[in-house]
């Protein structure tokens, strides 16, 4: 595998811990999420538009989109050199970021495709991303695009199992909303736990707070499993999302 290049790529290395590592002994989907959201602020921070600089100016980022195909999961140990790049604008309110990792052997692990929202935390609404952001994705800027699998959707219409649960202070992040990798793992208890999808598109429409009482439900359609967090109390779809599986 070859990485893409792009003058304000950022580079880190994740080592496979053993609480990140599942049954089978090899990287989780939510871990591999959670390597992601964590060199997206790195490259952020390095770019002077990272959360606590946004902060100043009462702003943030939230994750509005994220498309992932796994080529490999690694091995408890094993290394996922991940690089990240801010990747483009749909329009002036949506930024994107893409992500590719190998492993040690230069084998591919992951390519992915973000999409983040430029939020006003005092009002929580959406704004305008600043002219000058235009300036980090120059001409040429290499993006990843997929096939769409259909994550995004307005509600399941058969449910064919559903778990519920009940988020805790511990879920939520310096948003005070619960954190986007909760949302994948909420999702994921619905599945066998041996195996990971090898391609997922998920969708945050909503905020869950602390004592917010959500099913996370699921249905199947051959090789395709399509999710959904609900919240029962005002029926609000919190977040939706496709997998696909071998």
Not at 22 to 36: E, F, Q, S
Not at 44 to 61: F, N, V, Y
Not at 225 to 235: G, S, V, Y
Request: charged share 20%; proline share 4%; glycine share 8%.
């Amino acid at each position: 595998m070859k990485f893409c290049g792009s003058k304000y790529q950022f580079d880190e290395t994740f080592i496979v811990r053993s609480y990140e590592s599942g049954v089978t002994n090899h990287v989780t989907l939510p871990t591999l999420c959670n390597y992601m959201q964590e060199i997206a602020g790195l490259s952020a921070d390095s770019l002077g538009w990272g959360i606590l600089k946004l902060q100043e100016t009462k702003c943030t980022w939230m994750l509005s989109r994220l498309h992932i195909r796994v080529s490999r999961y690694v091995p408890w140990g094993g290394s996922v050199k991940l690089r990240t790049w801010p990747s483009g604008m749909k329009g002036r309110l949506v930024a994107t970021r893409c992500f590719q990792a190998m492993d040690d052997s230069g084998n591919e692990v992951l390519q992915a495709h973000s999409e983040w929202l430029y939020v006003d935390m005092c009002g929580q609404k959406i704004v305008r991303l600043p002219e000058s952001f235009a300036g980090l994705v120059p001409q040429g800027t290499p993006d990843i695009q997929f096939e769409n699998i259909g994550g995004k959707f307005a509600k399941l219409d058969e449910v064919a199992s559903g778990t519920e649960v009940r988020v805790r202070h511990s879920d939520l992040d310096f948003n005070d909303h619960v954190n986007n990798v909760h949302y994948v793992e909420w999702m994921l208890e619905s599945m066998p736990p041996n195996q990971g999808p090898i391609e997922m598109d998920i969708v945050y429409r909503s905020a869950a707070k602390a004592g917010d009482l959500l099913v996370a439900e699921c249905t199947s359609e051959g090789n395709r499993t399509l999710h959904q967090i609900r919240r029962p109390e005002d029926n609000i779809v919190l977040a939706t999302a496709a997998m696909a599986w071998q």
